[in-house]
């Protein structure tokens, strides 16, 4: 949330109209001059869905099977899990909203050690023969390339690289994101030289 929040920003809210709820707004987007942002970090997981359902992500086209929330690894859920009635693959999804000072997307903001979990297990998946995927959906459109936050996780970008050194893929896309909707519509390069 280190960039998604300014003074006298515009932001969009949800209304639950759920009286047993907790708190009965959902913080949707927020407009930082130059372009809105998705804050809801629910929102990526359906995002992702859909665009791999709809071919836009290439590189997880030819699979028929696609369940969410599917338990695995050592007391964990994949976020999509992929079949081809032969192979699987696990895409675990991670939401990115941060830009740093050079215009590159970078996650996590916070440390992570959840997020450092969820790249061990990936590893397993891949050595158990099956693929697996670390999605980054970025929800805003003024950056140019993925990079790890290695100033404020730095355990976490070495355990990205080591991962994706043995054979866990690592994807990014960036979505629309507008107050009529949100939908992932290309890929961004990710850079994970340090």
Same mark, same amino acid.
């Given at each position: 949330m280190k960039t998604c929040q300014g003074e006298g920003w515009p932001v969009l809210l949800s209304d639950s109209r759920n009286p047993k709820r907790k708190l009965r707004f959902t913080w949707e987007l927020v407009h930082n001059g130059r372009c809105w942002i998705g804050i809801n970090t629910h929102r990526a997981n359906g995002l992702a869905a859909e665009a791999i359902a709809g071919g836009v992500i290439a590189e997880l086209a030819g699979f028929t099977g696609l369940k969410r929330e599917v338990p695995y690894g050592a007391n964990s859920r994949i976020d999509i899990? $992929? *079949?081809n009635g032969t192979r699987q693959c696990y895409v675990e999804v991670k939401n990115v909203t941060l830009v740093d000072d050079m215009e590159r997307y970078t996650f996590p903001d916070a440390v992570t050690t959840r997020g450092q979990k969820h790249l061990r297990e990936l590893e397993r998946v891949v050595e158990?023969? *099956?693929r697996g @995927?670390? $999605?980054f959906v970025i929800q805003r459109s003024d950056g140019a390339t993925f990079i790890p936050a290695d100033t404020i996780d730095p355990e976490y970008g070495d355990l990205l690289r080591r991962v994706v050194a043995a054979g866990v893929e #690592? $994807? #990014?896309y960036r #979505? *629309? @994101?507008l107050p009529s909707g949100i939908e992932i519509v290309e890929s961004i390069p990710i850079d994970l030289s340090q």
């Open positions: 899990l $992929l *079949d158990n023969g *099956d @995927v670390i $999605l #690592a $994807l #990014a #979505a *629309d @994101v």
